[in-house]
């Protein structure tokens, strides 16, 4: 499976931001799809993880700002993101397993990932 994130730029803090990650097949059944950030100098954290039954897990530092969604079962992967702030500055990955890792930085399947920068 090979994964495709795109939507990423530049954007004032405050401003917002909506990224897509689509799948080169969607034909391998997979339980745990979403996003990790890498901040410039720290390691990937999960963000968003939503597990086979549509129910999203969100890590502390983005819960309330960001949605992560998809249009149907089998589609792409979608996260808006609110409020944004300097500190959200980070490259996105879209990730998935055949087993949902949630946040946990153990993913089979990762996108080259999109840069978000939030200048103040």
């Known amino acids: 499976v090979q994964l495709v994130e795109s939507g990423g730029g530049s954007v004032q803090a405050g401003g917002s931001l909506r990224i897509s990650c689509a799948a080169s097949?969607?034909?391998?059944?997979?339980?745990?799809r979403g996003w990790f950030g890498q901040a410039p100098g720290k390691g990937r954290e999960g963000a968003a993880i939503?597990?086979?039954?549509?129910?999203?897990a969100y890590a502390d530092a983005v819960k309330g700002g960001s949605t992560n969604s998809k249009d149907n079962a089998q589609g792409p992967l979608y996260l808006q993101m609110n409020s944004l702030k300097p500190e959200d500055t980070a490259m996105c990955y879209c990730?998935?397993?055949?087993?949902?890792?949630?946040?946990?930085?153990?993913?089979?399947?990762w996108g080259p990932g999109t840069q978000v920068t939030v200048s103040s």
């Open positions: 990730v998935t397993d055949r087993s949902c890792q949630w946040l946990r930085a153990v993913y089979t399947y």
């Open positions: 097949e969607y034909s391998v059944r997979t339980y745990g």
């Open positions: 939503m597990g086979g039954r549509g129910t999203t």
